[in-house]
Each structure stands twice: as structure tokens, then as C-alpha cells.
């Protein structure tokens, strides 16, 4: 892993940059894998440069509902930097590949050393606030056709690929919704053009055609990261 790829690590300045990198070392993201759960002690902090993972929230009753994505563009554990010990969520590795990891306690020096970390953290919490905040908007108001291909979108983004593994059972479970659900937005999609989904294999074939479809969240989420994050 010798190329710095993530983003927040890579708009820091030459010599935080190099404060972080120093304490970090290189990980394996493995499919399935979970990183952190909810309520336990954030033990490691993660950036990722392939590969990303998915937030899902707890339900009482239920599997849980995924509220967010993490790739390149962003990081693992950032509520350590607000003081916190607990993250709110499971956090499961949903694309192999690689990652930075660091320890809490490592982290913590470099944040109370580095006001670049520290002012990077600050901009990247606040558009992780503001995202979560449109999921639930989301959830709330939207139909299952454009949030899957919303979700359809940024997991392309987050794949680095246009082609990647995914179930109609995983959708469901990542939606909040039943598989017949997805079923049904996954084939008016495919009839369309815009993807084609064969034995757990979906492949983008027209994103233009893809953002059209998708609701105003997709692209009102990659406003708010360019603007705060760029």
C-alpha cells in the first residue's frame, strides 16, 4: 500500500499528513467482516483507499437498517474525535479491499497535535450529519425505485466499478424493505436499460440514465461532500 488514496488523509497538508501515516498501518477490508458494533468501545480507526463498508443502525426486532456508506472519500471511528468511545452503528465490510487503520488512543495524539486533522474531522462530522439526516428524509418520503438507485449510485462510487456482487436479499435488508420490493424496482431498472442484475451480479450500464432516476438526495449528498470536503 505504498499511494496515499484516501481523500481526507490526502487534503491534509505534507506534515499531518505524515503525523497520520505514521501511526497508521496497512488492513485488509474482507466481505462481511464487522469493525465495529454498536455500544462497544471504538478500539481502531479506519480509512479506506478500496473497498468500503456499510453503517447499518440497530432496530429492536429487526436485522437493521443501513443509514450510510464509507469509501475512499471518508473514514471509520470519526466520533472519537468528538470524544466519544461507543460508534451508534455496526460497520460491515460490504467491498473487499484495503485500508489505513489506526488505534483510538494513536488517533487521538495526532488529532490534539494536528489543527489540519482537527479542522478536516470537524467538516467531515458535519457532512456525515447532514447525510444522515437526508437517509432519513429519505427513508421517509421517497419510493423504493429512486432510493435503490440511489443506493445503486453511490455504491458505484464507493466500488471504484461498475460491476459489483450484490443480492435482491442484501438490498432488502440494506433498504429496510421486502425482497418482493426490490424485485420489482430492480427489473423496471433493468427493463429500462439502466443496469443488469444476473445471479448476484449487478452492472451499471447507464449512470447518466441512473442519476435521472434516482431521487434529488443522490446528487444533493455529493453537493454538500464537494463543497465542505473538496
Not at 478500539?43 to 440497530?58: K, M, N, Q, W, Y
Not at 458505484?156 to 424485485?183: K, N
Request: net charge positive; proline share 3%.
Amino acid at each position: 500500500m505504498a499511494s496515499v488514496e484516501n481523500h481526507l488523509i490526502a487534503r491534509l497538508p505534507r506534515r499531518d499528513r505524515q503525523l497520520l501515516l505514521d501511526v497508521c498501518e496497512p488492513f485488509a477490508l474482507v466481505i462481511a467482516d464487522v469493525l465495529s458494533e454498536p455500544g462497544k468501545a471504538t478500539r481502531h480507526l479506519f480509512f479506506p483507499i478500496t473497498g468500503f463498508l456499510s453503517l447499518v443502525a440497530p432496530i429492536e426486532g429487526h436485522a437493521g437498517l443501513e443509514v450510510g456508506m464509507v469509501g475512499r472519500e471518508g473514514m471509520l471511528g470519526a466520533h472519537v474525535a468528538l470524544g466519544v468511545a461507543a460508534a451508534p452503528w455496526r460497520a460491515q465490510v460490504q467491498g473487499a479491499g484495503s485500508a489505513w487503520r489506526l488505534s483510538a488512543a494513536d488517533f487521538r495524539r495526532v488529532q490534539g497535535r494536528s489543527a489540519a486533522v482537527r479542522g478536516t474531522l470537524n467538516r467531515y462530522l458535519y457532512m456525515r450529519m447532514a447525510q444522515l439526516a437526508a437517509s432519513a428524509a429519505c427513508l421517509h418520503f421517497h419510493l423504493i425505485g429512486p432510493r435503490l438507485a440511489r443506493w445503486l449510485l453511490a455504491t458505484q462510487d464507493c466500488a471504484q466499478a461498475s460491476t459489483f456482487r450484490v443480492t435482491h436479499e442484501f438490498l432488502a435488508y440494506m433498504l429496510g424493505v421486502r425482497r418482493v420490493g426490490i424485485t420489482v424496482a430492480a427489473g423496471a431498472l433493468q427493463r429500462a436499460g439502466l443496469i443488469e442484475y444476473h445471479r448476484g451480479h449487478l452492472t451499471v450500464l447507464d449512470r447518466e440514465g441512473l442519476e435521472v432516476a434516482a431521487c434529488g438526495c443522490y446528487s444533493a449528498d455529493r453537493r454538500a461532500y464537494l463543497a465542505l470536503m473538496r
